[in-house]
């Protein structure tokens, strides 16, 4: 076993996050403390307010907290400069958002492809890797088509090619149903679940949905930006 192997995804140790707003300071996080190892199956939930989109921008790598420690694949954040970051979040992080994000001129082979420019791959070697990840999605028959020529189950799971095509250590999925009507989404949910079973990518979701949280293997519940309750994990 390496190194890599032994790693947790994330780990935080007592981060916090505060806004100034106006001269006042707002805490979205206070003091939350947690590790997601790899390939765990993990959601986030809570109400509106609660800090788990502040979290979720955190762990994203889109945000740097307060105070306290944030490993990513064993990595600080606050550690890093501005283009260490950018690194991170290309080579360890795939996102899978509720509004897809892709570009709506751009193939879904390229829309896939995409996310290794950043790597330095040359184009044949882009598209090779798309087209495989497309295929494990099971859209092989769909790699010319547009977004707009797909339903949106399909570009959701354009997404999710997109989000995978790197090999990312923290796989995080922001209501990634919630866009979908309900039989698409359990669809989503079950390949998103069968492509965490393939890897060690760890799947971490934020959902207001009950029934998507159930699915987890573990749910960690904010309130008042703090962990209220850590179901399958220890806080």
Sequence with gaps: MTAADVTPAVAAVNIERTYD???????????VSFT????????????????????????????????????????DVAA?????????????????F???????????????????????LNARERRARAREMLARVGLEHRVDHRPNQLSGGEQQRVAIARALV???????????????????????????ERLNAESSAALVLVTHDREVAARAKRRIHMRDGVIEADEGGAA
């Design 80 to 96: 890093l400069t501005p283009a260490e970051l950018a690194q991170l979040r290309n080579e360890t992080i795939g996102f899978v």
């Design 166 to 192: 790197t090999e990312p250590t923290v796989l995080l999925a922001d209501e990634p149903t919630g866009n979908l009507d309900t039989t698409t989404g359990l669809a989503v949910m079950e390949l998103l």
């Design 36 to 75: 997601v190892e790899r390939a765990a199956y993990v959601a986030i939930v809570g109400p509106s307010g609660s800090g788990k989109s502040t979290l979720m921008h955190l762990l994203g790598g889109l945000d740097r907290p307060t105070a306290g420690t944030l490993r990513i694949d064993g990595r």
């Design 21 to 31: 707003l106006g001269g006042v300071t707002v805490p979205a996080l206070r003091g």
């Design 98 to 120: 509720q509004s897809f994000h892709l570009l709506a001129r751009t193939t879904a082979l390229d829309n896939v492809a995409l996310p290794l420019v950043y790597r330095g």
